[in-house]
């Protein structure tokens, strides 16, 4: 497919498609598919492939089990992966390979791609890849975008695209506000089933984009924005495929016709489930979420703060407000630089030179927006209704004005189309997809974060900060830090931005990663989550007593997965059959991804 044809084609839309748009923002999506391909200069792949095989089989016994896993699960669910490498855009991404690939797209790439549509045929996928030691990869939706999108992290691996076939709601219990979903199940999905059903007592949690899958964000610990924003702790239950084949429930799903699989996460005995999550042990295929009641009425904030050193104040302040539930909801304090690139305009309509964009011209550009010029910017939620909501603002207020300078902003000042609203819209349990427009900063604009976790402390904020900020500034990349504020800790998410056709700035983007991680990790910080790229080298930093962690990860990896054919390495965990050769990705090992043969 050529750049024009991709270009030209339709933004899919739901229900048509499990993976597709709701019709509310069709018209958004379709605008901002334009904006990314006029932006788009890397020329269209061609070359027709050879498919990759993994290492570890021949070439001939290779393409034999393909045609037997055909016999099984149909021809058309079993697709070598032969043709070019289509990028596409997140709501039209590939499930062959990372469309924002750091390394070359050769690198994460899959051999086939399988399309199971019960728990049994992923049970039998997982049995054949066991008989033939071929490495398998699960992925939900497959747009883990920053974080590795939809590739495998072992080249050549069979992709387990689960959500094309598995993608129905199994239930949307209304008076025990729950859900139990397939992973082909998007936040825009759910969302417009529970409208349809006329549950308007009924809200979800939904990350910046609602494309992903339930599932897929959960067990990757991701995050929204409504008080129900740990993803992973608002989960109750699941189904698991096991690497050898089983299938579990966990909780109270193991205990024949029980009604509580949904409503007590726990069951009895050990709590299996944390296992399952940003691991490599097991295909989650069904998967129980609480719902939020509606709060009956809600009231979006936004403030800034003019100074880069109002952030450790203002974290300070925070910290108590967002423990006590003053601060309800998982609030986003950006930098103005982000704030900028939101609005979806190039980098290169402000400047064109090399090395970050300086604060002037940041600044410069701030203050002709509507929201005005600032440093940071607090964007935040009030739930309740209008007499419950006032006490907390008013506490707000007075609190976040203690900051000299700091601006309450009329959202009724701001055009409809502001940042600020689809911040609000998110906070809401609305899935949007506006967050997508500042990776039109650089052509090409592929993103990667960086994402340390630490307590809601000034002193920390600034720690981090300082450190993303000159290591950015050795490689001249631009410095887009948001602290994503929890209960009791904060996420900084970086995210960098880069044109990934230019190996020059995917290689500085890389090198500074590298560089952040470590440098993080000797002032005593952790990444919360990754990119396939980085697991390794973060998995090494949580060293503790001679990597004690690691040594039981890989236990549990032995005995659950004695063949080691379900994703290996990832979060760095590698199966015996890996282990020693070399498989791991460090500096030190640059942009290779494989290493040197497997166990027979
Ligand atoms: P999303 O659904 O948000 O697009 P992905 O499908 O890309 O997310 O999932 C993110 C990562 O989590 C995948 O790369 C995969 O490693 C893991 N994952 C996703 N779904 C499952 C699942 N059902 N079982 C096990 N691991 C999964």
Redesign the pocket.
């Known amino acids: 497919m050529g750049v024009q044809e991709e270009a030209s084609s339709v933004v899919p839309v739901l229900p048509a498609k499990h993976s597709g748009i709701p019709q509310y923002l069709f018209e958004k999506a379709t605008a901002a598919k334009k904006t990314i391909f006029k932006g788009r200069t890397k020329p269209a792949k061609q070359r027709q492939r050879v498919p990759v095989v993994p290492q570890g089989i021949e070439r001939d016994a290779f393409i034999a089990a393909l045609e037997e896993l055909g016999g099984q699960l149909g021809k058309e669910n079993v697709e070598v992966n032969d043709k070019p490498l289509v990028d596409g855009w997140y709501m039209e ?1 590939p499930n062959t390979h990372d469309m924002m690939t750091i390394l070359d797209e050769e690198e994460f790439v899959a051999s086939a791609v399988v399309y199971p549509s019960t728990t049994e045929e992923v049970q039998s996928i997982v049995q054949w890849a066991n008989k033939h030691k071929i490495p398998i ?9 920053g ?7 072992v080249r050549g691996s069979v992709v387990i695209d ?2 094309r076939r598995m993608n129905r709601i199994l239930d949307i219990n209304p008076e025990d506000y729950t859900c139990l979903v397939e ?2 199940v ?1 936040y825009y999905g759910l969302y417009e089933a529970i409208k349809e059903r006329g549950y308007d007592h009924l809200w979800i949690d939904v ?1 910046d984009l609602g ?7 959960a ?2 610990r ?1 995050v929204g924005y409504t008080p129900y924003g740990d993803h992973w702790a608002c989960h109750s239950g699941l189904e ?2 096991l690497p050898t084949g089983e299938v579990i429930r966990t909780g109270m799903g193991a205990l024949p016709g029980n009604n509580t699989w949904q409503t007590f996460p726990y069951g009895f005995g050990p709590f299996s489930d944390g296992i ?5 042990y ?4 069904k ?1 129980g979420m609480t719902l939020m009641p509606n709060p009956g009425g809600y009231e979006g904030f936004m403030y800034t703060f003019p100074k880069e050193e109002d952030l450790a104040p203002l974290i300070d302040i925070i910290r108590p407000l967002r423990i006590s539930m003053i601060l309800e909801n998982v609030a986003q304090l950006r930098h103005v630089t982000q704030s900028v690139a939101a609005r979806g305009i190039p980098r290169s309509k402000f400047y064109s030179g090399s090395g970050p964009i300086p604060m002037d011209i940041v600044h410069k550009a701030a203050a002709e927006q509507p929201v005005g010029d600032h440093s940071w910017g607090y964007y935040g939620m009030c739930y309740g209704p209008e007499h419950i909501r006032k006490h907390k603002l008013a506490i707000i207020d007075a609190e976040f004005k203690k900051i000299p300078g700091a601006r309450k902003i009329d959202p009724k000042s701001l055009p409809e189309d502001e940042y600020y609203f689809a911040r609000e819209r998110v906070a809401a349990g609305i899935p949007d997809i506006h967050e997508l427009r500042w990776v039109n900063w650089t052509p090409n604009g592929a993103h990667i974060a960086f994402s340390p976790v630490s307590p809601i402390r000034g002193t920390d904020a600034t720690a981090l900060n300082d450190l993303g900020r000159r290591i950015h500034d050795k490689y001249g990349i631009d410095f887009f830090p948001a602290f994503i504020v929890g209960l009791r800790e904060m996420h900084l998410i970086v995210e960098i931005v880069f044109d990934r056709d230019d190996p020059e700035r995917k290689k500085a983007a890389l090198d500074c990663l590298r560089d952040l991680v470590e440098e993080a990790a000797k002032l005593g910080y952790g990444e919360y989550r990754t990119h ?1 790229v980085l697991m390794d080298q973060v998995a090494g930093t949580y060293n503790w007593n001679d990597s004690a962690l690691m040594k039981f990860n890989e236990k549990l990896k032995d005995a659950l997965d004695p063949n080691g054919i379900l ?1 290996p390495g ?1 979060c760095g965990i590698w199966p015996k059959r890996y282990r020693n050769r070399g498989w791991e990705m460090t500096r030190e090992s640059g942009v290779k991804s494989e290493g040197n043969g497997v166990e027979p």
């Open positions: 991404h990869f699960p992925i939900s939706m497959g747009r883990n975008l974080y590795g999108g939809a590739a495998p992290r689960l959500g992973p082909g998007s990350p494309g992903g899958s339930v599932i897929g964000n067990v990757d991701g698991v495929v399952f999550s940003q691991s490599n097991g295909i989650v295929t998967m396939l994703a990832r």
